[in-house]
């Protein structure tokens, strides 16, 4: 059971826009900065979003981030079939020591 | 431009133990932690610990406390992450990770490519 909860896999036709939703709590997403990760299983993941909503470099504006209390969300606009992959969100947690946690991931699936 | 590259592919029977190797490049070594994720088979990404290469701290997530060891070489620029009693559960890739830290504020940033552990008899 992952810290921050995703749901399990979204979709949507190519063009279309899609949202995926990372809940946390105070310890997590309330008191630290989101970051957003794409992966292709078998590869290394890309970091999409850090910062609750900023972009590195080379990521396209189609992909955006925000922040809200315990909650985060990433928004992908303009979906292309290239954007099949495995969605994940993280951040860091105090509640015990300071570690890194994940969500479970969200498949995105582009119909 | 950093490159972390991983050591290759591991098969281990049950109880066995693996290191695995994480070669940094194009930054200074010691001037950010590295952490270790793994993606076990059918399951997400698990983040496992992360050690800093300048001090030698380290934090384990409290689900490998006691199974894992991650060390690091300064003179070679390399980390190591050792998992012992393998179970089959352990099967899966295992990805060292360094932050990047705008403004003080850290995501993971620069991956490793991987390395796929078998736990098999």
């Known amino acids: 059971q992952s810290v921050l909860t995703q749901p399990p896999s979204v979709s949507a036709a190519p063009g279309q826009k899609v949202t995926i939703s990372c809940s946390g709590s105070t310890s997590n997403i309330g008191n630290n900065s989101v970051s957003w990760y794409q992966h292709l299983p078998g590869t290394a993941p890309k970091l999409l979003i850090y910062d609750n909503n900023k972009r590195p470099s080379g990521i396209p504006d189609r992909f955006s981030g925000s922040r809200s209390g315990t909650s985060a969300t990433l928004g992908i606009t303009g979906l292309q079939t290239g954007d099949e992959a495995d969605y994940y969100c993280?951040?860091?947690?105090?509640?015990?020591?300071?570690?890194?946690?994940f969500g479970g991931g969200t498949t995105l699936t582009v119909l | 431009q950093v490159q972390l590259v991983q050591s290759g592919a591991e098969v281990r029977k049950p109880g066995a133990s693996v290191k695995v190797s994480c070669k940094a490049s194009?930054?200074?070594?010691?001037?950010?932690?590295i952490n270790w994720v793994r993606q076990a088979t059918g399951q997400g990404l698990e983040w496992m610990g992360w050690?800093?290469?300048?001090?030698?701290?380290?934090v384990y997530a409290q689900k490998f406390q006691g199974r894992v060891t991650m060390t690091r070489n300064t003179s070679i620029t390399t980390a190591y992450m050792e998992l012992r009693s393998l179970k089959s559960d352990d099967t899966g890739v295992y990805h060292c990770a360094r932050p990047v830290c705008p403004h003080g504020v850290c995501s993971l940033g620069s991956w490793g490519q991987g390395t796929l552990v078998t736990v098999s008899s």
């Open positions: 194009g930054y200074t070594f010691t001037s950010y932690n």
């Open positions: 993280g951040t860091w947690d105090s509640s015990l020591s300071v570690h890194w946690v």
């Open positions: 050690m800093d290469p300048k001090s030698g701290d380290i």
